[in-house]
Nanobody, 127 residues
Framework: QVQLVESGGGLVQAGGSLRLSCAAS????????MGWFRQAPGKEREFVAA????????YYRHSAKGRFAISRDNAKNTVLLQMNSLKPEDTAVYYC????????????????????WGQGTQVTVSS
């Protein structure tokens, strides 16, 4: 089992940047495909970005392409989400998640396929 803890959220003005970090303990992250999701008040949780076990494959929601970048450092058991050009509509609680997969190149987009979740970190973008 792996425990995930997100950090790096906060309040930022539109156009600003934040870097979210997801630290894992309990097991090495190299075992898992990783993803970031978010949930705004009154809305369903939605996919943001995902990365394969190897880090060689990534996938983003359309609105995040060109603005967000997911990366991982398996040696440090950490996954990052660099968010640039933030917009008020990016305001949400951001969660990282880990999925058990067999192939190193698998990217997991569907939230129901994730096995472990962090507690979330709040991101607020003011206009």
């Amino acid at each position: 089992q792996v425990q995930l803890v997100e950090s790096g959220g906060g309040l930022v003005q539109a156009g600003g940047s934040l870097r979210l970090s997801c630290a894992a303990s309990g097991r090495t992250l190299s075992t898992y495909a990783m993803g970031w999701f978010r949930q705004a008040p009154g809305k369903e949780r939605e996919f943001v970005a995902a990365i394969s076990r190897s880090g060689g494959s990534t996938y983003y929601r359309h609105s995040a392409k060109g603005r967000f970048a997911i990366s991982r450092d398996n040696a440090k058991n950490t996954v990052l989400l660099q968010m640039n050009s933030l917009k008020p509509e990016d305001t949400a609680v951001y969660y990282c998640a880990a999925a058990i997969v067999n192939l190193g190149s698998t990217v997991v987009i569907n939230g129901v396929e994730y096995d472990y979740w962090g507690q979330g970190t709040q991101v607020t973008v003011s206009s």
